[in-house]
């Protein structure tokens, strides 16, 4: 990874901090909007926790877990903790809902076309054809039904803590406590 692109990463998390802050500032949440986004957010962390738990980067084509029906597990958890944020974030004049379409025109038009040219490039070139047969049988982001062939490693907490996902989760109860919080207090 070049200094630019660590630079890049590191502004690219300050300005997603900051607009989670705005977010938490404007917001006007109600228990239903906290419940149903809670609810979402949840799940897409258990996904993530899931993935993390097998993710060997670089290490081995991970074809075990979640990753053996969603090329990009993480992701869709990403994408479902976007969604129930915004949810549960409620504001006025519905700005969550102008973030939220927001936060997927970058996610689908921006993080997810890079994400894919630069990680499928490293991966095709780490696992070869392995890689590439794994890439036309398992779909990018939406899971399908049948599990992909092979990869029967378990899931382990150690992998979780090396892929920082506690920093995750820690972030998600802190966001969904403050909003608890403006719940319970308007």
Request: charged share 15%; glycine share 10%; no cysteine.
């Amino acid at each position: 990874m070049t200094e630019r692109s660590r630079t890049l990463g590191r502004i690219r998390l300050a300005a997603v901090y900051v607009f989670i802050a705005v977010l938490i500032d404007v917001s006007r949440p109600t228990r239903a909007s906290l419940l149903a986004g809670a609810t979402l957010t949840l799940i897409g962390e258990a996904i993530r926790i899931w993935a993390a738990g097998h993710l060997t980067k670089s290490v081995r084509l991970v074809t075990s877990g979640p990753y053996a029906y969603t090329q990009n597990p993480l992701y869709l958890g990403r994408l479902l903790i976007l969604t129930g944020l915004a949810i549960a974030a409620r504001t006025e004049g519905y700005l969550n809902l102008l973030a939220l379409a927001l936060g997927y025109a970058v996610f689908f038009f921006y993080y997810i076309p890079r994400k894919l040219r630069v990680e499928g490039g490293r991966l095709a070139g780490l696992h070869g054809e392995a890689f590439e047969q794994y890439h036309r049988s398992v779909p990018i982001l939406v899971p399908r039904l049948r599990r992909y062939p092979g990869g029967r490693e378990g899931w382990s907490f150690r992998l979780i803590v090396a892929n920082q996902e506690p920093l995750v989760l820690t972030g998600i109860v802190l966001v969904l406590a403050l909003l608890a919080w403006k719940t319970a207090h308007p």
